[in-house]
């Protein structure tokens, strides 16, 4: 298989402003991935399937992951007038970067029988803008896979031909998979109240929990 | 009298064929607790007459969360709860999860290890194809005969299971770096007696089936799939290799020590349920030639590698995939590392969810009969499914 940067390479001659980004893996034998745009990812898709040097026409694995908003705080020297001094202070700045979900494809060429590559496409954020274009019409073998990533992560797939629930059933509200997501504490026992009990209730209902 | 006001329920919007209206379309639901659907698993299905005209697959019923429960424990922890996955196959669920953490942390297995992985993955698939046959056959209407055949050849590879990890099918066995521990007295002896026996079940299963009449007209012809739908579908496995295409991750990836092994890959002609079955049957006759030459190399040696640690294991941010040819596909295991040890993501590729996005298209147009026949043709297990 040719290396990610010659696919990147002419991904990038083929589809004309496809914004790509080669993602680093720390693990000492996984491959690097690469992070496609989402106006361009299915155009990107369509030609990583046909290509015949690189037929990937085979979607193996579709996954969701939640990476949540951080605060990353960085320590500043600011000049300030204390008491008719000009004095340095440091000063700590909070710089918050806004969570987003992510949702990963490997790619494998059953044809060509080389692999995995991997594609990740992200949300611009994890509530009203959680879309992606879904690229069930390209593999059909991501259809069962995005519907998953739906029903337990929340991300919406634009294109999907039968978006549903799949695991969880019609009518549930939450997203499981979510990383700030709160267990229900009425699933298998009532709450009585009894003291700890009660106490585990109130304070998952004040966390907004069910 | 009392002033409460009884709404009525609103009655189910269904579409029933009445014998009046000269044919309307019947909506049924087959399972969740219909014995052919081989668990928790339900297909609404819409039938003009006895045709199938719409057909939704629906699950979730023994969904209880098994990528949040990984998230939540340990890398070790998660080891027993992937025999909980498919488990009728709970040593390959072991061995793709070991494969994905030894490639996450780069631990390498010894020789010995990897031969018992070897010797423990074909034996999980000679016991799975032979009951999948049995359970094909039973769903025809072949009330027991060959189920039984099949479970008493079963027993024997699940009493070598029982002596060897102490569980008959929740092995809890592999380890990140190799095995949990080494056979026990005799045990190689009494395995190769299982292998040497093996091929005459299959003789036997052979004579009694491949020309029955009524096993070649019910399945001949029935829900052919084309190579380019199950290669865009993402199908693995048997399935996979009945619709013609040459693809065994044993061959592709050459994980393990697989290299080391003469074998061939049956592959299918039409991509029938009649091919789907006889794959399966020539595939475990390749099983017994693998298991015969591991058998015959093992060498001795450590079964565990010294570098990997059991306690306070924190593998470096990254992440990796790990998969394998499990008996009903491509099993993948996903790990994102943060550094901690928990992993922070934790994600199972299962062959039998994906191997059921074609049901619609294989059924529409059959009889309702045969859809029995063709869902027992794909070999799910609800256990993967919902995870």
């Not at chain 1, 290396?3 to 496809?18: D, F, R, S, Y």
């Not at chain 2, 030639?289 to 059991?310: E, H, N, S, T």
């Not at chain 2, 990796?320 to 491509?330: Q, T």
Request: hydrophobic fraction near 40%.
């Amino acid at each position: 298989m040719e290396t990610l940067e010659q696919i990147k390479t002419k991904l990038e001659a083929a589809v004309p402003g496809a914004r790509l980004e080669i993602i680093p893996n720390g693990s000492p034998s996984g491959p690097n991935s690469l992070l496609v745009d989402n106006e361009h990812a299915v155009a990107v898709a369509k030609f990583l399937q046909s290509s015949p040097a690189l037929a990937f026409d085979y979607a193996s694995n579709v996954t969701g992951v939640d990476w949540l908003d951080t605060t990353v705080k960085k320590t500043v020297k600011v000049k300030q007038m204390v008491e008719g001094v000009e004095k340095e202070v440091d000063q700590v700045l909070e710089e918050k970067k806004p969570g987003y979900l992510e949702v990963v494809y490997h790619l494998y060429s059953m044809e060509l029988k080389h692999g995995p590559l991997v594609l990740r496409l992200r949300t611009e954020d994890r509530a009203g803008k959680a879309r992606v274009p879904s690229l069930t019409p390209v593999w059909r073998g991501a259809e069962f896979q995005e519907r998953e990533i739906f029903d337990l992560y929340g991300v919406t797939f634009q294109g999907h031909p039968d978006l549903r629930r799949i695991l969880m059933w019609d009518g549930y509200q939450d997203f499981p998979m979510r990383k700030d997501y709160v267990e229900p504490d009425d699933y298998e026992y009532e709450p009585t109240a009894h003291g700890p009990v009660l106490q585990k209730a109130k304070q998952h209902q004040a966390e907004g929990g069910g | 009298m009392s002033d409460i006001t009884v709404i009525p329920a609103e009655l189910p919007k269904l579409q029933l064929s009445s014998p009046n209206d000269g044919g309307g379309l019947l909506e049924i639901s087959m399972g969740p607790q219909h014995p052919s659907t081989h668990g928790v698993f339900r297909m609404d299905v819409v039938l003009d007459g006895e045709r199938v005209v719409k057909l939704k697959p629906v699950f979730g019923y023994l969904h209880r969360n098994h990528e949040k429960i990984g998230e939540n424990t340990t890398y070790l922890g998660s080891m027993p709860y992937t025999d909980r996955l498919d488990y009728f196959c709970s040593l390959t669920n072991n061995w793709a999860y070991a494969s994905a953490v030894e490639k996450l942390a780069g631990l390498h297995v010894p020789e010995r290890a990897e031969y018992i992985r070897v010797i423990t993955a074909e034996l999980t698939r000679l016991q799975n194809h032979a009951s999948l046959a049995g359970f094909l056959l039973q769903d025809m209407g072949a009330s027991g005969t060959p189920l039984m055949y099949a479970f008493r050849e079963r027993e024997k590879i699940l009493d070598l299971f029982e002596a060897l990890t102490g569980a008959r099918m929740m092995c809890n066995y592999m380890r990140f770096g190799g095995c949990r521990c080494d056979f026990p007295a005799g045990w190689l002896q009494q395995t190769q007696q299982v292998v040497d026996n093996f091929p005459r079940f299959l003789d036997e299963f052979e004579a009694l089936l491949n020309e029955n009449e009524i096993l070649m007209s019910r399945t001949q012809g029935v829900a052919a799939v084309s190579r380019e739908l199950a290669i865009n579908a993402g199908i693995t496995g048997p399935m996979l290799r009945a619709a013609g295409v040459n693809y065994d991750i044993r061959k592709v990836d050459r994980y393990g020590i697989y290299d080391r092994f003469n074998f061939r890959v049956p592959l299918g002609d039409h991509g029938d349920v009649y091919d789907r079955y006889m794959v399966r049957v020539l595939e475990m006759r390749e099983s017994v030639k693998i298991l015969q030459q591991a058998l015959r190399d093992i060498p001795a040696g450590p079964i565990v590698d010294p570098k990997a640690k059991l306690r306070g294991f924190r593998p470096k941010v990254g992440e990796a995939y790990g998969r394998i040819e499990a008996p009903k596909g491509e099993l993948g295991f996903y790990l994102i590392s943060d550094g901690s040890p928990n992993p922070y993501r934790y994600r199972v590729r299962p062959p039998s969810l994906v191997n059921l996005t074609i049901l619609e298209d294989m059924c529409l147009g059959q009889m309702v009969a045969d859809v029995v026949v063709i869902l027992g043709s794909i070999d799910i297990v609800l256990g993967e499914v919902d995870r």
